[in-house]
């Protein structure tokens, strides 16, 4: 795909004495701590590849140490990766200069830190000026353009606060807006809401929802919180111990686990509301009646449920005009069922 | 003085005990009461025999080959490139910036009868500064302070005294501030640095004294040499300290956006541990305070020249009055850093308001230029007037009350110096000074064995081999005498009240502010009450010396004590256990290594202090050293001294660092 926004290629980070001697070798699939055993190495990120359309959200989620935070501080080599390519807009950014680098930094593309990281001796409104500063930029213009971004995460008339003087929450909005103020083709969040009170995180979810729908940016968004991924992201990418165990669109996640870890993952989500047509439908049974509605096999179950359930005859899967198959009462059942079993 | 604190609680790092800790403890215990034991035995068959006694008067080889040194370094100041132009240069120039600001605030300056700013427009400048960096309250604190050195009548040694600290903390920061950088930035530089930082505190102030006059003659450019050594570590250490905790996600946001690594220093990580920085700026200014009142030993200027005469000539009124011009500036100058550090936290949003405060410093800033105006026109604002004198009724009522303490309680002082001098102090030192040197040796290598195990072996035997080859093996067992004898004294006060302050909160409050503030007094002081009460004496010194040390290990035996888990106590206390037996059994065995830590730096402070009070007859290595000063034969001497008290000090440092590490963990 020359077309991505971002495209990983082959990439390992391994921790240790001279770690480009693990890669591609059977040692890089030994348990780890066999490995550090061995060779006092670590394999963070191990052989993982993956592409980013523009304006897509691409999530990244596996459990703590799955290497998930490495993975994404390896593309703007916060984290210098070991082996592999990192695509920024079709460039390498291995290959960049210090110069180089630090440009793509300030301009291409920004990150929201799970921990905020903000300056608390600068108030809300120069901590969101503070990559157009590190740029440059006069302080009227950086004002004006931090303003606007203060206003666009919700924190008009804080402007003046200390980071200290607002709530997680309220800090959080001032990562995405430092980082948005930069105006990024690419933004990386990682696990920016785990800090965050449940509620809080929800209206947080929500707002990052809201802003890509806004600015259409593309985004790649690390979590350990599948209930998150599978509400953000349009692809979700599953780590496990460095490695990539599955890629795909939530409904494929959930209706199609790679394995067992991934099963047991997926086990208690609301399935209802992820899997879409396409994985519950069926080919027509011979002299099954056609003349049910169409729906597209991209809706989720919950959304189509009524629909199916009140027609008389099963309802069309078709896409492009092309009829892929059908869904009566019975299938949308089995999943609705399948998920009361779950919760009991 | 609270600058050793922090950085030697991380040296004491705890190693897992062994699983047979028990039973080798045992074996130790045995082992050590087996070695006093011998030690007893062979002091009594032996006393007084190959101790290595040294006339005073008399001089080794050694001595005499170290003032020949001396003659040949003067003699060749002209003519060798390195001091002449090296050291020669150095010395020149710190003497010249000064004379300078000397002639500028407070002495004459040819060929005017009296300094380019008079005293009116130094207090001025002085309240301009307090403001802009501190704020109102302060400003008030600095003014009150400085009318009271000139009405107490030392306003020119006063001056003098901030000129040299002043001076001297400047070029701290020139230097300490980049190598604190340097270090936060570079592991290999913190590895390189630390050691050398370590020896610059554990040394007594007291011994690199010799060899900078050696080299920078007496006077103003030694005086501030030597604060800056011992001034530097803390400011170093704590800024060092303050920028590697800036917080890692902070700096890794801020390089996420493109910062280049100059702007990570100037906009992140110096805004970010700026208090940090500050406080460590705190501790630097105190001890080159303190620093530069001893430097009047060798010729410094300021308020140490008339505390120093006044205690040799045992005039208690007259040490009183300079004393308390020296108290005066450690709060003054402590408050104001203290209070810049707090506000650089809160800097930018003061709740005063920003126009106010620019208005008062323009307020501010045209008196302080109107006043500096007068005391360049006018006499009486250029010399401080000598009426209303203060000083010498004070002195007087000084004199007066302290004879008749000891009209009235001398009686009671006396016996408690007989009591502690003929129980314990004479019978110990006979023992460390009367022992036969070999015998001595191997004691001391023995005990620091049994303590702290095989690392110290190879330190302990170097520090002895340097106390032997300096020829004043007695007197530094009559010096490690005192010093222990005072060191114990010492942790019989620590345990007691810092047992005290930990279990009661109201203890605590009380107790801790006076601590505060005894901390922050410079050595000198100490020796004023001490000597009104016992009089000069090896006993005074060794007073002035628990004094000194006591705060710092009250505080740590309180901060370790508490530190014990209250649900271990609180398990304790549901046992059954009286208030004793917890003390005892629970709380003290577990506060082991703030114990042992606290008997660490008890030991340095009261060794550089029993140093110190040699002054006013504390006699032993200290007044050698001092010796070497006022008389010039004696300098080599007095410079062999001065390396006997640092191995002394070395080696007491090592043996308990180790056996800290080594108990650290019950």
Redesign the interface.
């Given at each position: 795909m020359s077309d991505a926004a971002l495209s990983v290629r082959d990439l390992w980070k391994v921790f240790g004495p001279r770690p480009d001697r693990i890669i591609g070798t059977p040692d890089a699939d030994l348990p780890r701590a066999e490995l550090l055993a061995k060779t006092g190495c670590t394999a963070a990120v191990k052989d993982v590849s993956f592409d980013v359309a523009p304006g897509e959200v691409f999530v990244v989620m596996g459990l703590s140490g799955s290497g998930k935070s490495t993975l994404v501080?390896c593309l703007?080599r916060?984290i210098e990766p070991t082996a592999g390519e990192v695509l920024i807009d079709g460039e390498d950014v291995r290959q960049m200069s210090e110069g180089r680098l630090?440009?793509?930094?300030?301009?291409h593309?920004?990150?929201v830190?799970?921990?905020?990281?903000?300056?608390?001796?600068?108030?809300v409104i120069d901590n969101v000026a503070?990559?157009l500063?590190?740029?440059g930029i006069g302080k009227k213009d950086r004002h004006a353009k931090a303003q606007e971004m203060v206003d666009l995460v919700g924190l008009s008339g804080n402007e003046a606060s200390?980071p200290d003087q607002l709530s997680g929450g309220m800090q959080q909005r001032v990562?995405l807006a430092?980082a948005l103020a930069?105006d990024p083709s690419v933004m990386?969040f990682d696990e920016p809401f785990s800090a965050l009170d449940p509620l809080i995180r929800r209206d947080m979810q929500a707002e990052v929802i809201r802003l890509h729908h806004e600015v259409g940016k593309t985004m790649v968004f690390i979590t350990h919180d599948l209930a998150e991924a599978l509400k953000l992201g349009d692809r979700i990418l599953i780590m496990r111990d460095g490695a990539l165990v599955q890629m795909g669109t939530p409904a494929e996640v959930v209706a199609a686990p790679a394995d067992d870890y991934v099963r047991d993952f997926v086990s208690d989500v609301p399935r209802s509301h992820v899997i879409t047509l396409r994985y519950v439908m069926r080919d027509p049974r011979p002299g099954e009646s056609l003349d049910g509605p169409q729906l597209p096999p991209d809706m989720v179950v919950q959304e189509a449920a009524r629909r199916v359930l009140d027609s008389e005859h099963a309802v069309r899967v078709v896409e492009a005009e092309t009829l892929l198959g059908v869904v009566d009462d019975v299938d949308i059942l089995r999943v609705i069922v399948a998920e009361e079993g779950v919760r009991a | 003085m609270t600058l050793l604190s922090p950085t030697r609680g991380r040296r004491a790092t705890p190693s897992p005990a062994p699983t047979d800790a028990q039973e080798s403890g045992q074996r130790r215990v045995l082992a050590l009461v087996g070695v006093l034991a011998a030690w007893v035995v062979g002091w009594a068959l032996l006393k007084g025999r190959q101790n290595l006694e040294l006339a005073v008067s008399t001089q080794t080889d050694l001595h005499r080959w170290l003032l020949d040194v001396r003659d040949r370094v003067e003699a060749a100041r002209t003519d060798n490139f390195f001091l002449d132009y090296v050291v020669g240069g150095v010395s020149s120039a710190l003497d010249g910036g000064v004379e300078f600001l000397q002639q500028l605030f407070s002495q004459p300056a040819f060929p005017r009868p009296v300094p380019e700013i008079g005293w009116l427009g130094v207090v001025a400048l002085a309240v301009f500064v307090a403001y802009a960096l501190a704020g109102a309250r302060i400003a008030v604190l600095v003014a009150v302070s400085m009318l009271a050195f000139g009405l107490l009548g030392y306003w020119e040694e006063s001056i003098d005294l901030l000129i040299v600290t002043g001076v001297a903390v400047g070029i701290c920061v020139l230097i300490g501030l980049p190598l604190g950088i340097w270090m936060s930035r570079s592991d290999r530089t913190t590895a390189v640095v630390t050691p050398v930082l370590d020896v610059m505190q554990t040394m007594p102030a007291f011994a690199y004294l010799a060899p900078l006059v050696l080299f920078f003659g007496i006077g103003p450019a030694s005086a501030v040499v030597t604060t800056l050594i011992y001034a530097l570590p803390p400011l170093v250490r704590i800024s060092a300290h303050g920028l590697r905790s800036v917080s890692p996600t902070t700096l890794e946001a801020t390089t996420s956006l493109g910062s280049t690594s100059r702007q990570l220093l100037a906009k992140v990580q110096l805004p970010m541990a700026r208090r940090t920085v500050i406080v460590g700026l705190n501790q630097t200014t105190m001890a080159a305070l303190s620093m530069a009142t001893i430097a009047a030993l060798i010729d410094g200027p300021g308020l140490g020249e008339p505390v120093v005469q006044a205690l040799q000539s045992l005039d208690v009124g007259d040490a009183s009055v300079s004393g308390l011009c020296i108290v005066i500036m450690a709060i003054m100058l402590d408050r104001a850093t203290t209070t810049a550090s707090d506000r650089a936290s809160v800097a930018a949003r003061t709740r005063e308001n920003p126009r106010v405060r620019r208005a008062v410093l323009a307020v501010l800033g045209v008196l302080a230029l109107v006043a500096v105006w007068l005391s360049r026109t006018y006499t009486r604002f250029a010399e401080f007037p000598e009426d209303p004198d203060l000083g010498q009724p004070l002195a007087d009522a000084v004199n007066s009350f302290s004879g008749w303490v000891i009209d009235t309680f001398g009686g009671l002082t006396a016996r408690f110096t007989d009591l502690i001098s003929n129980g314990l102090l004479n019978p110990f030192e006979s023992l460390l000074a009367e022992s036969p040197w070999w015998l001595m040796a191997a004691v001391l290598v023995a005990i620091a064995y049994l303590l702290a195990g095989p690392r110290v072996l190879a330190p302990t035997v170097i520090c002895l081999a340097i106390i032997l080859g300096s020829g004043l093996w007695n007197d530094a067992m009559k010096t490690l005498a005192m010093t222990l004898v005072g060191t114990l004294l010492v942790m019989v006060l620590g345990v007691v009240v810092g047992v005290w302050m930990a279990r009661s909160r109201t203890a605590d409050a009380a107790i801790r502010p006076l601590l505060d503030a005894l901390q922050t007094l410079p050595p000198f002081v100490y020796l004023i009450p001490a000597i009104a009460l016992f009089g000069p004496t090896r006993f005074m010194a060794i007073m002035a010396a628990v004094l000194y040390a006591a705060p710092v290990a009250i505080k740590i035996v309180t901060d370790g004590v508490r530190a014990v888990s209250p649900t271990t106590v609180e398990a304790a206390q549901a046992a059954g256990s009286s208030s004793w037996q917890t003390i005892t059994k629970v709380q003290l065995p577990m506060a082991r290594s703030a114990l042992v830590l606290a008997a660490n730096q008890g030991l340095l402070f009261v060794l550089s202090m029993v140093v110190i009070g040699a002054l006013v007859g504390g006699g032993a290595l200290g007044f050698l050293v001092i010796n070497g000063f006022a008389q010039g034969e004696a300098f080599g001497k007095g410079l062999a001294a001065g390396v006997a008290i640092t191995a002394l000090g070395v080696m007491l440092d090592r043996i308990t660092v180790h056996t800290a590490a080594r108990h650290g963990r019950a």
């Open positions: 501080r703007t916060l630090r440009e793509l930094r300030r301009t593309v920004s990150m830190f799970q921990h905020f990281g903000l300056l608390p001796h600068r108030k503070y990559g500063e590190v740029r200390y990562g430092r930069v990386l | -």
